[in-house]
């Protein structure tokens, strides 16, 4: 039976790039996404960046821009990141959007109706060097439990405490290392002790969270009566002014998770689709993944919310712990706080994606990147026991293709495809350890098939044709049954497959079916394996730069400035070469205005770029449009571009010229591009162009 789900991941802030912590919980929700839409369920993938704050607004002014600025610089770089390391958003938006303000309104108002809002002064820790009051997140000292240095000011990592940023020993702040003052400040509150009896039952008995997670709410927040929770910031605070408190702006919390809700507003405008069919629908399953640190906000403050607006409640949020490296927390000074712009430099994404896979349960336990266990897990697991099946079969049939039918093979595919509940229940468990453990067994297996039957040395008798065709076929079906179990995690290598096999791997019950009869493509090598130098250059401290530039670099530097420009068009040269240019190349027919309103030029990023080998001209991009799913697209500019320099940069493409079926895969668009006598120059639009901007 087919399912509605709506899956978010915790919204990343706008104040820094993606790093490898972030990625555990973003991989870890694309992972059960892409596994839902492979069982044939109706899944939609929301995310957002969350934008508003204190961080927010202090960075935008030590830089000298507008915090509108940042957020939207930010959000390129973020979506690029995500869209490297293959995220299947459905749509990605931002918390400082209309839609966003509308929804935050509505539950506001339904506060109030209720008289859950109440408003008093209180002190609060206030940074006399940029003159702003602190939220808890931006002040650190000594856990007032246990002693632990370097804590939060809303809760310890080490003891699990929660108390007020008050009771924090030696505090300091996060943005200018002042020691904090206590003054007094006006502030709007949400009731919760009303909503108490209806939070302890959705906790403790609806199911949507795992035993230890409603143990510890149980424990250390509903054995008592629930506080007040403070929801606003005076001036000077980035976000949304409230609309009935002039001068007071929603915290960051308040607004952040209702982005879930103003992402799929979004969505559903653009693709036609009701929000209280998604948001207010009892049959819809909303799932959340986030981290253990903000786990009381998505379990107490964000379903009192929900249930306030006249919302559906989570039917699951699913908790991850942290990412360690070595044993110890990120560190930037140890090298070991890897962006994932960095990661990307010296190794594959998938490689990523598998690794934490392979070790995420359906616990909470932090995971802990061990350099020498990465490259093992990928070398071993993926180019020894997967990948292998492939080449050491592929070949001996490309001539041939498949046998017309399936061979005896001592119950092999059988046996896999038996598989399929055991592994659907892991991936549905979010226990990918235990998923990828089961289709490693059957690899296992495979792998054992091949050493028995040694196709290597059936080729060399031609007698025995039939039976190298014969065994290739099992191997190839044995793999083919493999890269369909391992899409969720692995969606560019079952691309690859179903490439090379003629049978996509973009549905569950193909497990079940053996490839017969079908054309084998020429090989091509899928996956290379991990060099454990570049895994250590990765980890290597390297010099201090800026955090982040204005524009994404690749797009900065390929715009050029105004003095360059008029440099260039007062040069004779230019002129000359225009009319060289022009005779060689005759301006085409007259159109109408009507004919050039059908083609839309669209701004894009490019997120990806690589060689086709085969091809002499040709680079395949990847390229994002802001939000939505990202094109692929063959641009003959070989000669001119090193793909690696492409990355980051803003191009304009042709958005709705047909998909074309080419010989290396299908082109979903064209890149604009000048030049003559083969001559290449991409078009980049001006400074300040956001991906999905229409030229006009």
């Known amino acids: 039976m087919s399912r509605q789900i709506l899956v978010t ?94 929804i935050a309104t509505g539950i506001w108002q339904r506060l109030r109706e209720r008289q859950l809002v109440v408003e008093r002064s209180v002190e609060r820790l206030y940074d006399p060097v940029q003159k702003t009051f602190l939220a808890d997140r931006f002040v650190v000292g000594e856990c007032p439990r246990c002693g632990a240095a370097e804590q939060y000011g809303d809760s310890c990592e080490k003891c699990g405490s929660t108390y007020p940023a008050t009771e924090l020993k030696n505090p300091r702040s996060v943005h200018s290392g002042a020691k904090p003052e206590l003054r007094p400040s006006s502030q709007l509150f949400v009731r919760l002790e009303p ?50 408190a002039k001068g007071q702006f929603w915290y960051v919390w308040f607004d952040a998770p209702i982005g879930y809700i103003a992402a799929t507003k979004e969505w559903c405008e653009r693709t036609g689709q009701s929000l209280d069919a998604w948001w207010k629908n009892p049959q819809c399953e909303v799932v959340h993944f986030l981290g253990k640190d903000i786990t009381y906000f998505h379990t ?71 350099e020498d266990e990465f490259v093992g897990k990928v070398n071993s697991d993926l180019v020894g ?20 039918n399936y061979p005896a093979d001592g119950g092999l595919f059988a046996r896999a495809a038996a598989q399929s509940e055991a592994i659907a229940a892991a991936y549905e468990a979010c226990d990918y350890r235990e998923a990828m453990r089961l289709v490693m067994l ?42 369909v179990y391992l899409q969720p995690v692995l969606p560019k290598l079952a691309a690859k497959a179903g490439a090379l096999l003629g049978s996509a791997c973009d549905r569950w019950e193909l497990v079940q079916r053996p490839l017969v009869g079908s054309k084998v493509a020429k090989f091509e090598h899928l996956m290379t394996r991990v060099e454990a130098d570049k895994v250590k250059a990765m980890f290597t401290p390297e010099p201090s730069a800026p955090a982040v530039p204005t524009l994404p670099p690749k797009a900065a530097a390929a715009t050029p400035s105004a003095a360059a420009v008029a440099s260039a068009a007062a040069t004779p040269a230019t002129t000359a070469g225009a009319n060289d240019a022009l005779q060689k190349e005759p301006l085409a027919a007259e159109i109408t205005i009507d004919d050039f309103q059908k083609v839309d030029l669209r701004v894009a990023l490019v997120v990806a770029a690589e060689a ?62 000048a030049g003559t006598d083969g001559e290449v120059f991409l078009l980049s639009p001006d400074l300040g162009a956001k991906p999905g901007q229409r030229l006009h």
């Not at 026991?385 to 017309?404: C, K, M, P, Q, W």
């Not at 492409?646 to 042709?654: A, H, K, Y």
């Open 300 to 370: 107490l403050f964000w379903p009192a919310l929900l249930h306030v607006g006249g919302y559906q409640l989570p039917k699951r949020v699913q908790i991850h712990g942290f990412l360690r490296v070595g044993g110890e927390k990120m560190s930037k000074s140890k090298g070991t706080f890897v962006t994932a712009e960095r990661y990307l430099q010296h190794l594959d994404a998938e490689w990523l994606r598998y690794y934490y896979a392979s070790k995420l349960s359906s616990k909470i336990d932090d995971l802990d990147f061990q």
């Open 195 to 244: 909503l108490q009896s209806f939070l302890a039952e959705w906790t403790q008995k609806s199911g949507a969270l795992q035993g230890e997670v409603a143990n510890y709410l149980a424990g250390h927040f509903l054995d008592k009566p629930l506080q007040d929770w403070d929801v606003s910031r005076p001036a000077p605070y980035f976000g949304f002014e409230i609309p009935d």
């Open 9 to 102: 991941s915790a919204l990343p802030y706008a104040n820094g790039p993606i790093h490898l912590g972030h990625l555990v919980e973003y991989i870890q929700t694309d992972v059960f996404a892409r596994f839902q839409r492979l069982r044939g369920h109706r899944v939609a993938y929301l995310c957002a960046d969350d934008t508003h704050g204190t961080a927010i607004m202090i960075r935008a002014q030590k830089e000298g821009r507008t915090p509108e600025q940042l957020i939207a610089d930010m959000a390129v770089q973020h979506q690029r990141d995500f869209a490297a390391f293959g995220m299947s958003f459905d749509h990605y938006g931002s918390t400082n959007s209309p839609a966003n303000l509308a």
């Open 612 to 673: 086709v080998p085969e091809a002499k001209k040709l680079l395949r991009l990847t390229l994002s449009l802001g939000s939505g799913p990202t094109r692929n697209v063959f641009a003959g500019i070989k000669s001119a571009y090193e793909p690696a320099k492409l990355v980051g940069r803003l191009v304009v493409m042709v958005a709705n010229l047909a998909p074309r079926q080419m010989k290396f895969g299908l082109s979903e668009g064209m890149v604009i591009a």
């Open 442 to 483: 059957l690899a296992d297996a495979a792998n054992e098939y091949v050493e028995q039957k040694q196709p290597w040395t059936l080729k060399k008798d031609p007698a025995k044709a039939q039976d190298l065709q014969d065994v290739c076929t099992v191997v190839l079906n044995l793999f083919h049954q493999i890269a």
């Open 385 to 404: 026991r997967v990948v292998n099946l492939a080449s050491r079969s592929a070949r001996f049939v490309e001539a041939t293709g498949l046998s017309a």
